[in-house]
């Protein structure tokens, strides 16, 4: 398992965790235009947080890690 190997899946963990936080966001904007649609409004809408889901956090700092790990050393 070479440096290369590191740096593909470090880069595989951070796209998984935009790709997760993305369809979350692209689902609370669908859901709040529901409510918003139907009239039924009361509150002002709650946003979603990069810290709301335990796997985008996690797969970032995974990502991030295994990333920076992949780069070489100098000797």
Request: charged share 15%; with cysteine.
């Amino acid at each position: 398992m070479g440096n290369d190997f590191y740096r593909k899946l470090g880069a595989v963990f951070l796209v998984a965790a935009a790709v997760i936080y993305t369809i979350e966001r692209i689902g609370w904007r669908l859901a709040n235009a529901i409510e918003v649609s139907s009239g039924l409004v009361t509150r002002a809408p709650i946003t979603i947080g990069f810290f709301d889901n335990l796997f985008v956090p996690a797969f970032s700092f995974v990502g991030c890690i295994l990333f920076i790990y992949g780069f070489p050393r100098k000797n």
